[in-house]
């Protein structure tokens, strides 16, 4: 499952079980309550019942002064557990007080709220299953036109790598006739559009092997050549060691690529792309117009103007996390942006 739909279903199971829980939280409160006067009312019976003979220990007995406050036949929590008064047959100012000793009652409610606690429990996972099983059937039509929508993506990726690869064979057999600049421009086009084809064949990268010795220097030589060409006005500063990453090249190469092309992309008239190393780090600045929401930058279809599909940061942090690097975002609006690849 993508995390997207992990998300989605998260969500939806979130948005079915939290409502669902609250409700039967608030039945079994009132259940709970009501239960409590039963058991209490139960007690007041019985009570009276040993008014009439006295027989068993269950309760104890004692004679108090007769007031306007003592209620008869209701039932009271006094310090020695549940108590009721009941009237005497003298003509004297008493009232018979019948005792349920408050241990025997604690045991009583402890009891209760034990068998409650286990009801909640059974409860609570029968509303978790019956919310994962509406999000799953709630989310299927939405997993099928996703799927559909992949597959037409890979078919629209199959049809596109092939006018692009045959633009850049033909632009390569024009120029044995000739040395144009149009025909450099073609294949500077025909290698932007390779190079979006590259980025929607990982639109979904899966596991990658990490086998490869990588030069790093080499990776932006070849990208700073063909950024050169497309924006002439943009100067590139590059301070870079002889780094070498054990990685995967062809991912590494999408991740310089996107990173530089948006150096240069969203970068001022007459702007800089510095490219640095150090330690295990890359570093890539820019004197562009900024970023204004670092924290959305790798939310898949984010864009803060009409350029662009919104895909290349998403692709780039997807695939730092399967070869396990760290970027690092840092911003300013109408000042630039710094990025750092932390390679462990």
Same mark, same amino acid.
């Given at each position: ?9 998260? %969500? %939806? ?24 006067? !039963? ?9 009276? !019942?040993? %008014?009439? #003979?006295?027989?068993? #220990? $269950?309760?104890?007995?004692?004679? @108090? ?13 006094? *310090? ?10 003298? %003509?004297?100012?008493? &009232? ?5 000793? +408050? ?19 059974? @409860? ?25 929508? *992949?597959?037409?993506?890979? !078919?629209?990726?199959? =049809? ?21 600049? $149009? ?18 064949? &990982? ?8 086998? $490869?010795?990588?030069?790093?220097? $080499? ?53 800089? @792309? ?11 600045? #820019? ?18 103007? =009409? ?15 399967? &070869? ?7 911003? @300013?609006? =109408?000042?630039?942006?710094?990025? *750092?690849?932390?390679? +462990?």
């Amino acid at each position: 499952m993508k995390n997207y739909e992990k998300k989605s279903l998260l %969500t %939806t199971i979130a948005l079915f079980f939290i409502p669902l829980l609250i409700l039967a939280s608030i039945v079994l409160y009132m259940y709970q309550v009501d239960k409590i006067k !039963d058991i209490e009312q139960n007690i007041l019976y019985k009570m009276k !019942d040993y %008014t009439f #003979d006295f027989k068993g #220990d $269950e309760f104890s007995l004692d004679i @108090v002064q007769d007031d306007k406050q003592k209620k008869l036949f209701k039932i009271y929590h006094c *310090e020695e557990g549940l108590c009721a008064y009941f009237q005497i047959p003298t %003509t004297g100012p008493y &009232l018979l007080k019948v005792i349920y000793d +408050k241990k025997k009652y604690e045991k009583v409610y402890q009891d209760f709220l034990i068998k409650i606690f286990k009801f909640s429990i059974i @409860v609570s996972f029968s509303l978790l299953f019956l919310s994962v099983g509406f999000a799953m059937y709630s989310l299927r039509p939405m997993k099928e036109a996703l799927r559909l929508l *992949e597959d037409f993506l890979k !078919d629209l990726i199959h =049809d596109l790598n092939t006018p692009a690869t045959s633009i850049l064979l033909n632009s390569k057999l024009l120029r044995r006739r000739g040395d144009f600049e $149009e025909i450099e421009r073609i294949e500077l086009s025909a290698k932007s559009i390779s190079s979006l084809y590259k980025n929607l064949e &990982l639109i979904t990268p899966n596991e990658m092997a990490k086998s $490869e010795d990588v030069s790093l220097e $080499e990776l932006v030589n070849a990208k700073i050549e063909i950024l050169h060409k497309l924006y002439p006005k943009i100067k590139f500063n590059k301070n870079m060691g002889n780094l070498i990453i054990k990685s995967n090249k062809n991912a590494l190469d999408r991740i310089i690529d996107n990173l530089l092309t948006n150096a240069c992309k969203y970068n001022k008239k007459n702007g800089e @792309v510095s490219i640095s190393t150090n330690n295990q780090k890359l570093i890539i600045e #820019d004197t562009g117009i900024g970023i204004k929401d670092v924290k959305k930058v790798f939310q898949r279809y984010y864009k803060e103007n =009409d350029t662009g599909l919104g895909i290349g940061m998403s692709i780039v942090k997807q695939l730092c996390d399967i &070869l396990d690097i760290n970027i690092n975002i840092t911003s @300013v609006i =109408d000042k630039g942006t710094k990025i *750092e690849l932390s390679f +462990k």
